[in-house]
């Protein structure tokens, strides 16, 4: 009889843990880089006279992922060609209605329940004058990811990746970046999430200069605020919200003097990363684990 107790206790546990399977977990990361302009020392912006040479490629990727399936968008294009990469909204699973090329935050508190990853991309505009139009450059990137089962979701969007191009001063100078970047990154677990359940949300953007003619680099850019302070997550032990908003800020660096004559390479890279993750036995395997110790129960009381 007391097995038989213990066999029912056990039971009862089992199948009390079937509706405290599920858990729910969500990241999301946007990213908005806007006027951005490269500067001569006196603060009028770059343009392509200033150039002997000028090439390069503005490359961009949205890819959003559920269990290893994968939707994905790429483009790439000249940076004087006058079009520039907005890559469609990628998204895998019950996706939430966000528009194409909408960089707002989802509604807090997250949205729940919900199975999907996502990612979107745009840029307009160029750094520097191009044919008469200004030196004003708009980035805006996205990444979300959220689970309400078993699994592994995430999102990934970029632009400037790639994003490259090589120059020639025609005289030298200085060249200062400048820009105004408004970063945003959350990561939540709901409560009583099960074990191996986590969020994570992360930032990156970052500018180099490197001297082609030496192989050195002649210039790093990657703001705090953009990259390491972004970074948050939550895990089944530390279930709740944590949210990165500082809202938006002016960031502005200069280079030293650019040689004319030398071939110099810039690089950009703007990115937002988004992963959930959830692992949890399957509520169908709890409840036959549950009826199993169910039968033996019953099993044992015929036997006693």
């Known amino acids: 009889m007391k097995l038989a107790r213990k066999s029912l206790l056990a039971a009862a546990l089992a199948l009390g843990a079937v509706s405290s399977a599920q858990a729910d977990s969500f990241a999301s990361a946007l990213l908005d880089i806007n006027h951005f302009r490269l500067l001569h020392s006196g603060g009028a912006a770059y343009s392509t006279a200033d150039f002997t040479t ?10 959003g992922e559920l269990n290893g399936v994968f939707a994905n968008g790429a483009q790439s294009f000249g940076i004087l060609s006058g079009t520039n990469p907005d890559v469609a909204h990628q998204c895998v699973g019950g996706c939430f ?16 329940p919900g199975t999907f990853g996502y990612a979107d ?26 689970l309400m089962m078993n699994g592994t979701a995430s999102g990934n969007s970029d632009v400037g990746t790639s994003t490259t ?3 020639v001063l025609g005289a030298s100078d200085t060249m200062t970046v400048a820009f105004d970047g408004t970063p945003f990154s959350q990561a939540w677990v709901s ?11 992360r930032l990156s953007w970052s500018m180099r200069i490197e001297n082609l003619s030496t192989g050195s680099t002649v210039f790093a850019f990657a ?8 970074n948050v997550s939550r895990t089944d032990g530390l279930p709740g919200t ?3 908003n500082p809202g938006s800020a002016f960031f502005s660096a200069t280079t030293p003097l650019l040689a004319a004559g ?12 988004a992963n959930a993750l959830q692992a949890v036995p399957e509520p169908a395997s709890l409840a036959i684990f549950g009826l199993g110790l169910l039968g033996l129960s019953a099993f044992t009381r015929r036997r006693s």
């Open 165 to 167: 191009f090589a120059f």
């Open 262 to 273: 030398n071939t110099y390479q810039i690089t950009i890279q703007h990115n937002t990363l």
């Open 191 to 201: 409560a009583g999430a099960g074990p191996t359940t986590n969020a994570n949300a």
């Open 223 to 230: 703001p705090i605020e953009l990259n390491a302070l972004s």
């Open 97 to 112: 209605p966000k528009a194409e090329n909408d960089f707002t935050p989802f509604p807090f508190p997250p949205p729940g």
């Open 121 to 146: 991309q745009r840029l307009t505009g160029s750094s520097i004058a191009i044919g008469g139009n200004p030196a004003d450059a708009h980035a805006n990137t996205r990444a979300d990811a959220a």
């Open 242 to 244: 944590t949210t990165y």
């Open 54 to 63: 000028l090439t390069g490629t503005n490359d961009a990727h949205a890819t």
